[in-house]
């Protein structure tokens, strides 16, 4: 009978960024892990294992591992576990993962969903990859209000807000508030019929986006270019590049959540609603049966895109040489909707809201630091 060894890494993203079997994370990521690392049981079956990353293991042979995303860091720590080279991914694997993790990839796939998927004129998000100080000057002053992503990096982490001296200087950094008014409109006129469970869905959701939307209106975590030169040239020393993306005013977050098999075959598992806080940090996810996400979501966003949207991902993941799950975090949007924000070739809390949807499971899953610890449910609606 298979099972599976199941790992929660969350430093993924940062130790591919470093590359080495040796990364160490920061202190706070590693506590993350050690008191987080129970996750997988939430999904896991009868027979699997959930590896608490201290023990040893030993693996039967039709045993697979499957961690929150590969990186030499995590086969190191899992061959001092014990483990078999034959259980692991060989080092040619990993240098592609790594290279697919790049935001290069993000970038070049938004590039061809403007080209191929205009959405009637209500497509937004364009990025440019930029290997010097020079470029990123003149890609900020192209999109006037931008932000700076590390190519590796996740949640929030190596992300800047950059604004153009241009726009500061002639007091232009302003929201298109009328556009806002039309969607808290649409809020307010909710359908009033809906039961008890999609109620408290809603106004959950409700809530998420305008917070989210009001964050649009904080000038006060703006810089200009200046101030992150220091920060731009050590990323660039490091990584390599920096990505430069226009800023959207965000309205809401959503993505599509997919697994791959490595042979052309991709498996649709889920629409994922999620919330972060005002530096981007991952908050939450809304837990619900999947018709009720489609509904809320195609309040404002035709159905026809969004089914335009997810055939023209199936369709292009199927090119990629990998296995695994993929997920993609898009954006709704006062300028309209992006249809590639990031692309994950790991596990993410959304394709987990998804797993724990089917077990019948309904409510806002959370990850919290509170009072210096870790912690994560899920809160029934209306709890």
Aim: hydrophobic residues 35%; proline residues 4%.
């Amino acid at each position: 009978m298979n099972s599976n060894l199941f790992v929660f890494n969350p430093e993924d993203d940062m130790a591919l960024a470093d590359g080495k079997p040796g990364y160490t994370p920061p202190a706070q990521i590693q506590q993350m892990r050690r008191e987080l690392w129970w996750l997988p049981e939430w999904w896991a079956e009868e027979g699997d294992i959930v590896w608490n990353g201290e023990d040893k293991l030993s693996l039967s042979d039709d045993t697979h591992i499957l961690p929150w995303g590969w990186s030499p860091a995590l086969c190191h720590q899992l061959r001092q576990a014990g483990v078999q080279e034959s259980f692991l991914r060989s080092a040619e694997r990993l240098r592609h993962i790594r290279e697919l993790s790049h935001r290069e990839t993000a970038v070049g796939l938004l590039q061809e969903l403007r080209e191929q998927l205009p959405l009637d004129g209500h497509f937004a998000g364009e990025s440019t990859l930029c290997h010097s100080e020079e470029e990123v000057r003149e890609a900020v002053k192209r999109y006037g209000d931008a932000l700076l992503k590390a190519p590796w990096s996740s949640s929030g982490r190596g992300v800047r807000r950059s604004i153009s001296e241009f726009i500061i200087h002639n007091s232009q950094c302003t929201i298109n508030n009328s556009q806002f008014r039309i969607h808290n409109s649409q809020l307010d006129n909710q359908n009033s019929e809906s039961d008890n469970h999609n109620s408290e869905f809603t106004n959950n959701n409700s809530q998420f986006i305008i917070h989210n939307s009001e964050f649009n209106n904080q000038d006060s975590k703006l810089s200009s270019l200046e101030a992150d030169k220091g920060w731009i040239n050590r990323i660039i020393r490091s990584q390599g590049s920096i990505v430069v993306e226009r800023f959207l005013h965000k309205v809401a977050d959503f993505a599509l959540e997919f697994w791959l098999d490595g042979k052309g075959g991709v498996e649709f598992r889920g629409l994922s609603l999620f919330y972060t806080n005002e530096r981007g940090a991952y908050l939450g996810n809304w837990v619900a049966p999947e018709g009720q996400k489609l509904a809320w979501l195609a309040q404002y966003i035709p159905l026809p895109y969004l089914q335009e949207i997810r055939r023209w991902w199936e369709e292009r993941l199927r090119h990629f040489d990998y296995s695994g799950p993929v997920g993609i975090d898009m954006m709704l949007a006062q300028e309209g909707i992006c249809p590639c924000i990031e692309v994950n070739w790991r596990m993410t809390m959304g394709l987990v809201s998804c797993m724990v949807a089917a077990q019948g499971r309904y409510g806002r899953m959370v990850v919290e630091y509170i009072y210096g610890h870790y912690s994560a449910e899920v809160e029934p609606f209306g709890g």
